[in-house]
């Protein structure tokens, strides 16, 4: 069965310093994509990264980075110079190959920057 | 108006009531979804229209009762909930093409209900 497994309920990070959300997936499928969203109090799910099952390089945007390790099937979630917005849950979900759409959500992570 | 909107952001409503909860998308997209999160649970997708065709129906109760005239609008219609059907749904849309696997789904604010 395909699955999204986020194991750390509640992580605290330094403002300005880094962290790393933890994702594990569970899929036989070769072909997938993953994905990272961020949910601020106010419940909007904001999209930050996306990494392919064939992409060859770990994917970044500005401050946030994946760390893909494809044969331990998991996708990291790496925030660099941690500010105090952002606070809110993390999302890791994972798109299995179907023509449907079909996102599979984990539990979600919920970090707070402390000043 | 930009992204995805939904209304109402919230509503509280008895269980007799019926009531609409409506999400637009201004993205040109060919695909919309409603998910239900409830609390300490992961996101559960209820529904999936595909060019405007129900392509998944997550056994969801037929208490919801979900509508896409076209394209940009989507609708969920309530009636006779049940309290544990309090939670906060999410629409989304993405732009669905063929074979694709990377194609991001941008989500609206959700409506936060409450059923009493």
């Known amino acids: 069965a395909q699955k999204i497994t986020q194991t750390q309920p509640g992580m605290f990070v330094q403002e300005k310093e880094a962290v790393t959300l933890d994702c594990t997936y569970d899929t036989s499928d070769p072909s997938y994509g993953l994905f990272w969203y961020k949910q601020p109090s106010s419940g909007e799910m904001i999209f930050l990264i996306y990494?392919?099952?064939?992409?060859?390089q770990n994917a970044t945007e500005g401050r946030y980075s994946l760390n893909f390790q494809k044969a331990r099937k998991s996708a990291n979630l790496v925030i660099s110079a941690s500010q105090l917005g952002d606070s809110a849950m993390y999302f890791c979900a994972m798109r299995p190959p179907s023509n449907t759409g079909k996102l599979i959500f984990g539990q979600g992570t919920t970090l707070q920057v402390k000043p | 108006e930009t992204g995805v909107t939904q209304t109402p952001r919230h509503l509280v409503m008895g269980m007799t009531n019926k009531k609409s909860l409506k999400c637009e998308q201004h993205l040109g997209h060919n695909a919309m979804y409603w998910y239900k999160q409830s609390a300490k649970k992961p996101l559960e997708l209820m529904f999936v229209?595909?060019?405007?065709?129900?392509?998944e129906n997550n056994s969801v109760p037929s208490r919801f009762s979900p509508e896409c005239p076209n394209s940009s609008h989507l609708f969920l219609h309530l009636h006779t909930l049940q309290p544990e059907d309090s939670a906060l749904y999410l629409c989304?849309?993405?732009?669905?093409?063929?074979?694709?696997?990377?194609?991001?789904?941008?989500f609206g604010p959700g409506t936060r209900l409450l059923v009493l």
């Open positions: 229209y595909n060019f405007k065709e129900q392509t």
């Open positions: 990494q392919g099952s064939y992409d060859q």
């Open positions: 989304a849309s993405s732009q669905e093409e063929a074979g694709d696997r990377k194609e991001t789904q941008y």
